[in-house]
């Protein structure tokens, strides 16, 4: 069955440190998410990419955070520095479309920064 | 703008038991409402899609209805087991970007043997 694959699964940091994931969504998925979750509450967007292309990053912290699909396929979020309140399950989902069509979520990367 | 709502925030019950689940949104111009679990330290999986067009979607034993007018969904779970126990999400798409989901906070869980 097809998967969205995130590494890593977990990742300690200092903070000011550099830190970076990558995110392969599943094959012929036009649209890519990537999601924030801190414990105990729902996920919330960073950033949606439709192909190579931004649509909303309207809720990235955009002075330490990027993200880029360069091929319209996989992904990479960096965060640079890192910052103690950056330590949150980091969620990459991806769909067939940008709209009406069912959202599937990758495994998460657990970051905490020290 | 869309908020969502999950009540009870915490559930226990006793293995066998029948139970249900709330989630609430306040803008009802949704296209679809999305159910997911989610397993500690793990990320979502994807339970029931149902369409504004559909009242009820059924998969095993998960059962999600639909009532746009009241801005509300349930998901019923029959005959519990120890394995049922996780965090419930609902997720309704963005009344501005249709593509982005905004979650409730989540329902946990705990189905005792």
């Known amino acids: 069955e097809a998967e969205v694959a995130q590494s890593p699964r977990y990742k300690i940091t200092e903070k000011s440190q550099a830190v970076a994931f990558w995110c392969d969504p599943i094959s012929g998925h036009a649209t890519l998410y990537w999601y924030r979750q801190i414990l105990g509450q729902g996920p919330e967007l960073l950033v949606q990419f439709q192909d190579e292309s931004v649509v909303d990053d309207s809720q990235l912290p955009k002075d330490r955070f990027s993200a880029e699909r360069l091929k319209g396929v996989d992904s990479t979020l960096k965060i640079q520095p890192a910052e103690l309140g950056d330590s949150a399950m980091y969620l990459c989902?991806?769909?067939?479309?940008?709209?009406?069509?069912?959202?599937?979520f990758g495994q998460g990367t657990r970051l905490t920064v020290v | 703008k869309q908020e969502v709502t999950q009540i009870p925030a915490a559930l226990s019950v006793p293995e066998g038991e029948n139970l249900v689940l709330n989630c609430s949104f306040t803008?009802?111009?949704?296209?679809?409402l999305q159910w997911f679990r989610q397993d500690p330290g793990k990320g979502l999986t994807s339970l029931l899609l149902?369409?504004?067009?559909?009242r009820e979607q059924t998969s095993g034993r998960l059962n999600a209805s639909l009532d746009k007018s009241s801005g509300r969904s349930t998901l019923y779970i029959a005959a519990s087991q120890p394995g049922d126990s996780a965090t419930y999400l609902c997720a309704v798409p963005s009344s501005s970007n249709t593509g982005k989901l905004i979650f409730g906070q989540g329902t946990t869980l705990q189905v005792k043997p």
């Open positions: 989902a991806s769909s067939l479309m940008e709209v009406n069509t069912e959202a599937f």
């Open positions: 803008d009802s111009a949704i296209y679809n």
């Open positions: 149902i369409q504004s067009s559909q």
